[in-house]
């Protein structure tokens, strides 16, 4: 039997003007970027992961430097503070030639370091057993991971497969924010899809909710896309309201 692993990965999505313009229904875009706050929540720095078409990428950073931050502190005092920022946006054609683009989730945090991707279990497989494994993950400030358990909140999942993610995840390790200069301890949510595909296997639903994110907004994203990028425990905040502005 055929299967596949939809491994937990942070993408940046590259697409052309055309594939925005053909579109006849409205599309969900992930991007990301490495990001500097200095101590006064102002953007410095700003560097995509992955190729951005070159209007596009404009047109979205110029946007993204007038959001204001609340970076992280030491000793209770602000920082300048290097993040990761995920920004998800639905585009929606207007006719052939224009697409609004409206900010449906933005998120800052860690990222992903070295990543080894979980076994399927054979019991598993034959069972045809699928679905969503939702880890607590808390690495230290070297982005190891020292800790590793299914998140409370998660759905019901398989024992097999949440096993098989805390065992893969347990050798991972993660890119810490730095805040003046020091990398920091935090905890991820991180999110695992064991899919199977074949003949008369329908493929599992594994749309999740992030702490204060709508369910109809984190169903939106998942239908339009795998939705595969982890919550962090960020220490870098938002001071601008993003959600629905319009870049």
Not at 191 to 199: E, T
Request: hydrophobic share 45%; net charge positive; aromatic share 6%.
């Amino acid at each position: 039997m055929k299967k596949l692993l939809a491994g937990a990965l942070a993408t940046a999505a590259i697409f052309g003007t055309a594939f925005l313009h053909a579109a006849q229904a409205p599309k969900i875009l992930n991007f990301s970027w490495n990001i500097t706050v200095d101590a006064d929540g102002r953007v410095t720095r700003l560097d995509s992961e992955g190729k951005l078409v070159p209007d596009l990428k404009d047109r979205l950073e110029r946007e993204i430097r007038t959001w204001r931050f609340k970076p992280g502190t030491i000793n209770g005092q602000a920082a300048a503070t290097e993040s990761r920022l995920y920004v998800a946006l639905q585009a929606t054609p207007i006719d052939d030639e224009r697409s609004a683009l409206h900010v449906i989730r933005a998120a800052t945090g860690g990222g992903y370091g070295k990543m080894v991707p979980p076994r399927y279990p054979a019991a598993s497989v034959s069972a045809r057993r699928q679905g969503l494994v939702l880890l607590q993950v808390h690495y230290d400030e070297n982005g190891q991971v020292v800790e590793s358990a299914l998140y409370e909140k998660a759905p019901q999942a398989d024992k097999a497969l949440v096993d098989a993610a805390i065992a893969a995840v347990k050798r991972w390790t993660f890119a810490p924010e730095v805040v003046g200069g020091r990398p920091l301890a935090s905890t991820a949510l991180v999110p695992v899809c064991f899919s199977l595909h074949g003949a008369g296997i329908r493929p599992p639903k594994c749309d999740w909710e992030r702490p204060g994110e709508s369910a109809a907004n984190a169903s939106r994203i998942a239908a339009a896309a795998d939705d595969t990028t982890p919550a962090f425990d960020s220490a870098l905040k938002f001071e601008t309201a993003v959600a629905g502005r319009t870049p």
